[in-house]
């Protein structure tokens, strides 16, 4: 059996089309870089598995109009692992697909193409 997992890198970063306030215009979201938290018992090939991924998305986009005022110029997204059956130290891990999202669409996707981890 083989599972394909996260490593470093792995992650990308997918700025989102919502506007932060009620009246802004949009599109304007940037990603900043994904920051990651190893696991600390499992590696595939000498690498740590990764068992989070988080980004600060900024708004970058035009001012509000006159009257309006934004709920955020920052979102930060955090993608935790999903997998139930297989934990390093406790901590689930992240596979390919797992992703997450925030209410502006800003999104963090395992996007793993190679990485495989084998047991049996």
């Not at 980004?55 to 005022?69: E, N």
């Not at 997450?100 to 190679?114: E, G, I, P």
């Amino acid at each position: 059996m083989s599972i394909t997992v996260a490593l470093d890198g792995d992650v990308q970063a997918t700025p989102g089309s919502i506007p932060p306030g009620n009246c802004t215009p949009a599109p304007g979201w940037t990603a900043g870089p994904v920051i990651y938290t190893d696991g600390v018992k499992i590696k595939v090939d000498g690498t740590w598995i990764i068992t989070k991924a988080e980004c600060t998305f900024t708004w970058t986009g035009a001012p509000p109009p006159p009257g309006c005022s934004p709920t955020s110029t920052t979102s930060k997204v955090t993608l935790n692992g999903t997998s139930t059956k297989l934990l390093d130290n406790g901590k689930a891990i992240i596979r390919n697909n797992d992703f997450a999202q925030d209410s502006y669409l800003n999104t963090l996707t395992a996007v793993v193409t190679q990485t495989k981890l084998k047991s049996g």
